[in-house]
């Protein structure tokens, strides 16, 4: 071959030169162009992590209660009384940016397909939004889309939306990002492993017929966006939710079959990687026969049959002969199901068409073989210029009122129910606690307990300090938990980043995974299952730098739980933890002044960890009437959120010496606002003591308005309003 | 007594119903599959929510031809009860036996929350342990629960005391502010004249339970089971009374 030549093909499939050096080594020989489009997928970020993996052997994936970490379709822990909970989170950005209804419907599609592939029902959604600027017409188009993708999706397989977050920022103006988790609950010992073994077993596709959709998919999620991404709009597959939810009935009627070997979601790189991965893991190798693939399309090519992600698919393999129970499970259902394969001993993923072979590889060179790229950080340059914001240049603004109501109605603050009102979030009937709060709880049925989500990630500060901003948004993620009475258990995550080939990127990248791993550690919460997104940047700007944390924690008891809002007249409200002087990168200083600037708000982990230990012990002690987790717009928002829950207003009064701007709206961390009857508040001191926590009396609920002292007076009916004003924004456009 | 709870391909609602019915009011209920066209069995047949066969073409329009459905227009012209929730009540629109049309709500979104509903006819076997003028608190969620009529049939629905719910405020004023989709009229369930087919929009098998935030629903089960035990009673008292 010559020198040019092979640049072209380097040039086509997106190999380094050391990349294709590999795989003519693995193969002794040139890759024909089948082998190219199966290496060039499998290779991709999307599907190798090679630029992320050194990195992510950082993150803590072991615990007593974690019964499978990284490298399955999903994660799982224990929750006792023979549950186990099933967990994890995916990215679907750039199908989204250029095809915004499937894009996000395909998303739910692939996380629900991880879920049930591992034999649990899937019994939850989170979506995690990231847009650019609210008032931006494609924003708007962009948000439409997503939303209805959701709804529509997710409504029609009968699997509850129950929480999530949707932030806009011009970060995200061209590169939108669409997070999604999916929880599933299984029997403890009947889930399902994704491999292929015992030499003969048969190879079973079900469900969807392939396609020529989504070809090089995975690809596609590996490149920056550019003014040609629309070209590529075929790369977005086509999601088919009512085969997804036969698929799901029929794949769950597998559970507990001894029959059964493994089972493996067919999603990026289609066929490819499903099989491979089964193969690969299983320690065998396969050998599969192309024309007997369901084909919707007429002379389809093995390329293209390899790489279809058309949606809807799984592999099962089960023992030999006893393919027809299968079939007839999957008939019930009407579902296709054909036998396109068997499984080898001789470690080969060989690829049949009539006979012939169009591909063969080493199972394990597909899945493992990639050259790891180790790649430099280098602190980004623009740190140093925006970390050194200097207070005395910053004016205090004379109205705190207006402020207040400027927040309040800003799009991140501002009330989404209009947007979950179109998620089916009840659904199954185990929602204890709705979208809204801080986090969403789940019954588990046959147990009396229940499991309470929630994600959680902010670009802003990790954009100005990615180290910090990783371990907030660990620390954040369980707080929410805490809040509720709940204890965070595990973590799933999306480390959604730009081109790690940068020197800058790689650094946030890096600094950030140390972040979470630190606080991972710290609250005992492992990540077991995730996914990371690079690349994401359009036409060679990144979007900020934004890992989103998915954490599921566990509450023994159902009834055990704590919601935000303030409830009884006369009630204490007392804020656990401390205020500080810190309004760097805070939404306030974005909002009010336009600034992203200065350095977040630190962390103390341990003190935090008291915290959350301080606040759970008192939800299960059964003292407290409200608990809501001190965050984003700071301690003046999280007040006026506790008053509109139930309309019930507060008066408060603060005792600082610094700042008021930083007092009511910075943005200072470990700090939760409780409310509890006055004669609990000796149970509440003990605890607090106990744990060494700070408690601060900060006022008394009742009246129609929020009264802070000195800085802010309002009724309820005013600040709601402000509050809700994003609904008429909505639905004027 | 048993109630059978049908499930179509894509049918959703079908375990809230079953779960509602079996561990909170405790009474023998089955799946039955929409391939069976037995039914005599079941003291009730359930039509859950869900999106049977994917709403395609038309929501309900493909349920409607499914084997079960046959069975189950012969029940109900026996007197069976039949209740249809969400989209059971599209198929039992589609297949003809109850009057009327669900569109899209007027919103074109699908909304999911708790709304209230004032209860217009408690002589009904599905409502008669509520009074006339009771407000429910009980949730919706829905895509395609616009309830359309024209004018003569609607006049004919309420000359027959065949609106059972509307949607309504929590002090029970029924007017437009109050109406989720755009239903003629806030009509949120119809009966058949007979009285013993029913649809609706609203999902009572999802607030049986406080911690779900109502147990409301559970004035149309209890009516449902109540109306089957005085049935049995009085088809017994029927043939004992034959007998002798």
């Known amino acids: 071959m010559t020198t040019n030549n092979q640049e072209e093909i380097l040039k086509k499939w997106g190999f380094t030169p050391d990349e294709y050096h590999k795989i003519k080594k693995d193969l002794n020989r040139e890759p024909n162009e089948v082998e190219l489009g199966m290496y060039s997928v499998m290779w991709s970020e999307h599907c190798s992590y090679k630029n992320s993996k050194p990195l992510l052997s950082l993150f803590p994936t072991s615990a007593e209660w974690v019964l499978q970490g990284p490298g399955e379709n999903a994660g799982a822990i224990d929750i006792g009384e023979d549950k186990v909970v099933i967990m994890k989170m995916e990215s679907h950005n750039h199908p989204s940016a250029i095809e915004p209804f499937q894009g996000a419907a395909t998303g739910i599609g692939g996380i629900v397909r991880d879920i049930f592939a591992m034999g649990a029902r899937p019994i939850a959604l989170l979506d995690s939004l990231r847009f650019g600027d609210f008032e931006n017409p494609n924003t708007q188009y962009l948000l439409k889309g997503v939303v209805d993708g959701i709804s529509f999706y997710g409504n029609c397989i009968g699997v509850p939306t129950v929480a ?137 090519t093995p390329y293209e049959i390899m790489l279809s992600e058309s949606q809807e698919r799984m592999i099962v393999v089960v023992r030999k002969g006893m393919e027809e129970k299968i079939k007839k499970i999957f008939d019930k259902w009407g579902l296709n199901s054909a036998i396109i394969g068997k499984v080898t001993s001789d470690k080969q993923f060989r690829i049949n068409s009539n006979g012939k072979t169009v591909a063969e590889m080493p199972s394990k060179s597909l899945t493992e073989g990639f050259p790891v790229c180790l790649r430099m950080g280098k602190k980004p340059e623009y740190l140093h210029r925006l970390n050194e914001l200097d207070l005395e240049t910053i004016p205090v603004p004379e109205d705190y009122n207006d402020v207040l109501l400027k927040l309040l109605s800003s799009p991140n603050l501002s009330n989404k129910e209009n947007i979950y009102v179109q998620y089916d979030h009840m659904i199954q009937t185990n929602t204890l606690l709705s979208p809204g709060d801080d986090a969403a709880i789940l019954r588990i049925r046959e147990t009396s307990k229940a499991i309470a989500l929630t994600t959680d990630g902010n670009g802003r500060y990790c954009y100005l300090d990615s180290f910090v901003g990783g371990k907030i948004a660990v620390a954040e993620a369980a707080r929410n938990l805490s809040c509720k009475g709940a204890l965070p258990r595990a973590v799933t995550d ?37 996914n990371v997104s690079l690349y994401n940047e359009n036409k060679g700007e990144a979007i900020y730098p934004t890992p989103v944390v998915g954490m ?42 336009g600034l992203v600037a200065g350095r977040p708000p630190q962390i103390d982990l341990s003190f935090e960890k008291t915290v959350q230990d301080t606040c759970r012990e008192s939800v299960e002690a059964g003292i407290l009437s409200s608990a809501h987790d001190c965050s984003d717009g700071g301690l003046a928002v999280t007040l006026a959120e506790c008053c509109i829950k139930n309309q019930m207003g507060a008066q408060i009064e603060l005792d600082e010496k610094f700042r008021g701007d930083a007092v009511l709206f910075g943005e200072t961390q470990s700090r939760v606002i409780v409310s509890l009857p006055a004669q609990n508040l000796t149970s509440l001191e003990e605890i607090t003591k106990k744990y060494e926590v700070p408690l601060k009396i900060l006022g008394i609920v009742g009246g129609e308005s929020l009264q802070i002292k000195g800085f802010i007076e309002l009724k309820i009916e005013t600040f709601t309003q402000a509050w809700k004003g994003i609904e008429q924004v909505e639905n004027n456009a | 007594m048993k109630f059978g709870i049908i499930q179509f391909p894509g049918s959703t609602c079908d375990y809230d119903c079953f779960f509602a019915l079996k561990d909170i009011l405790n009474i023998d209920v089955k799946f039955i599959w929409h391939e069976e066209t037995d039914l005599c069995d079941y003291d009730c047949i359930m039509l859950p929510g869900g999106f049977s066969y994917g709403d395609y073409l038309r929501v309900g329009a493909i349920a409607r031809f499914s084997p079960v459905m046959q069975a189950v227009k012969e029940y109900a012209q026996k007197g069976g009860y039949v209740i249809g929730i969400c989209n059971g009540f599209q198929i039992l629109l589609e297949a003809d036996l109850l009057p009327g049309v669900l569109v899209k709500n007027h919103g074109l979104h699908f909304l999911c929350r708790y709304e209230y509903v004032r209860i217009e006819n408690d002589v009904n076997p599905f409502t008669h342990l509520c009074k006339k003028g009771q407000i429910l608190k009980i949730p919706i969620a829905h895509g395609e629960g ?50 013993n087919v029913i649809g609706m929009m609203p999902h009572p098998e999802r607030c049986v339970e406080d911690i779900l935030g109502s147990s409301d629903g559970r004035f149309i089960f209890d009516s449902i089971i109540d109306s089957i035990k005085n049935k049995s009673k009085a088809a017994y008292k029927e043939i004992h009374h034959d007998n002798q």
Request: aromatic share 6%.
């Open chain 1, 494 to 530: 999306c480390l959604n980043f730009g081109n790690p080939e940068k020197g800058e990127i790689y650094w946030q990248l890096e600094q950030a995974i140390k972040g979470m791993s630190e606080a991972c550690q710290a609250f005992e919460t492992p990540v077991i299952s995730g």
């Open chain 2, 146 to 195: 616009n309830y359309f009529i024209d004018d003569k049939g609607l006049k004919e629905l309420n000359a027959n005391h065949q609106v059972v719910l509307r949607y309504c405020d929590h002090h029970g004023e029924v007017s437009d502010n109050n109406n989720p989709n755009g239903s003629v009229d806030n009509i949120a369930c119809i009966c058949s004249k007979q009285g």
């Open chain 1, 164 to 300: 999530g977050e949707t932030i806009f920022s011009g970060s995200y103006q061209n590169n939108i990002l669409v997070n999604v988790m999916c929880v599933g609950i299984a029997e403890k010992g009947k889930t399902f492993k994704s491999r292929a073994t015992g030499e003969g077993n048969p190879v079973i596709l079900v469900g969807a017929r392939t396609g020529r959709d989504g070809i090089g998919g995975a690809s596609f999620a590996s490149e920056e966006l550019d003014d040609k991404s629309d070209e590529d709009r075929p790369a977005v597959q086509i999601g088919d939710p009512f085969t997804k939810k036969l698929l799901i009935e029929a794949c769950l009627e597998l559970v507990g079959k001894d029959y059964i070997v493994g089972v493996q979601d067919c999603g990026a790189a289609g066929l490819t990687s499903s099989l491979c991965e089964m193969a690969s893991q299983g320690g065998s190798g396969l050998e599969i026969e192309l024309s007997n693939v369901p084909q919707r399309e007429q002379n389809m």
């Open chain 1, 552 to 593: 599921v924690g566990v509450l023994e008891d159902i009834n055990d739980y704590c919601t935000m809002g303030f409830k009884h007249e006369g009630d204490l409200v007392v804020l656990l933890g401390e205020n500080k002087e810190e309004i760097g990168g805070s939404e306030y200083l974005e909002i009010y002044h």
